[in-house]
């Protein structure tokens, strides 16, 4: 079984200065941690928003094999920009809504991500953020569904 | 001219809602005094000297009293001064920023409870940058 990445860390491409414990800091990168349920309703949107923007007409099945190493999240992103079906705009504002959630996001790993910091991102980063964690979190787990659901299907 | 009517709080990265029009501060450079020094005849030299102990920047507002804020104020006391400030304002002719270090609260500050009553917060600082 597949094993659940629990966090990430993202290294800003561009820098800016946040506040810490009365100083300013460069915020050198973005640690988001795993959604939980207390998301849920962020997550659902993010979700369907990738599987909306799969390719229709065709079978297409993931992969049950290839594991979130085969996934961009660059192309994710790109995915998301072409379909007719997503608004990437709605789409990043809900990220960044839930990025800014208590226990999600935070600063060189001990800051809290507030709103103010989110709105400091550049765009490069905000979408590269937003795709590596469609690909870690959101995608991981309709992977881990799959096998589950292949060994189970194999042992019938 | 425009004139700069209101700027965004920022506190520890998070934007606070503050009363209109609460809004000062102060630079940070301090007092200053000048002394007339006599050359003879008459005639004198000026000396400049900068008061170093008074060069803090003062932010001072007020704000809605709401249990958040409350909260909010109650959690900026107990930091001593390690918060940090930011004001950021601008009018079409340009903008304004200011950054207010090592912040801490100092007042005994009054939380005012009624229809329009506030929490008046005076904060001293490093100079503004």
Same mark, same amino acid.
């Given at each position: 079984m597949q094993d659940m990445m629990t966090k990430f860390e993202y290294d800003l491409t561009k820098q800016f200065d946040v506040m810490v414990r009365g100083q300013l800091e460069p915020a050198i990168s973005v640690t988001l941690n795993a959604p939980s349920s207390k998301n849920i309703t962020e997550c659902s949107i993010l979700k369907q928003a990738f599987f909306r923007s799969l390719p229709k007409g065709e079978d297409v099945e993931?992969?049950? +094999?290839?594991?979130? +190493? +085969?996934?961009?999240g660059d192309e994710i992103i790109i995915l998301l920009s072409m379909?007719?079906?997503?608004?990437l705009g709605e789409v990043l504002a809900v990220a960044k809504k839930l990025f800014s959630s208590t226990g999600i996001g935070s600063i060189n790993g001990d800051t809290k991500l507030t709103s103010e910091l989110i709105n400091m991102i550049s765009m490069d980063d905000l979408e590269s953020m937003v795709g590596k964690y469609l690909v870690n979190f959101i995608l991981a787990s309709a992977l881990k569904r799959m096998k589950q659901k292949q060994l189970e299907a194999s042992q019938t | 001219m425009i004139q700069l009517t209101d700027a965004a709080v920022i506190a520890n990265n998070e934007v606070v809602a503050i009363i209109a029009n609460s809004l000062k501060y102060t630079e940070g450079f301090g007092e200053q005094t000048m002394r007339a020094a006599s050359i003879g005849g008459g005639k004198t030299e000026p000396i400049y000297a900068n008061d $170093?102990?008074?060069?803090l920047s003062d932010l001072m507002f007020e704000l809605p009293t709401t249990p958040e804020n409350i909260a909010l104020v109650r959690s900026w006391k107990a930091n001593t001064n390690q918060n940090a400030f930011q004001i950021a304002g601008s009018t079409p002719e340009g903008e304004v920023t200011r950054t207010f270090t090592q912040?801490? $609260?100092?007042n005994n500050y009054e939380v005012g409870i009624g229809s329009e009553t506030s929490i008046p917060v005076e904060i001293k600082s490093n100079p503004a940058i």
């Open positions: 993931l992969n049950p +094999d290839a594991t979130v +190493d +085969d996934m961009d379909s007719d079906s997503v608004e | $170093v102990e008074t060069s912040a801490a $609260v100092l």
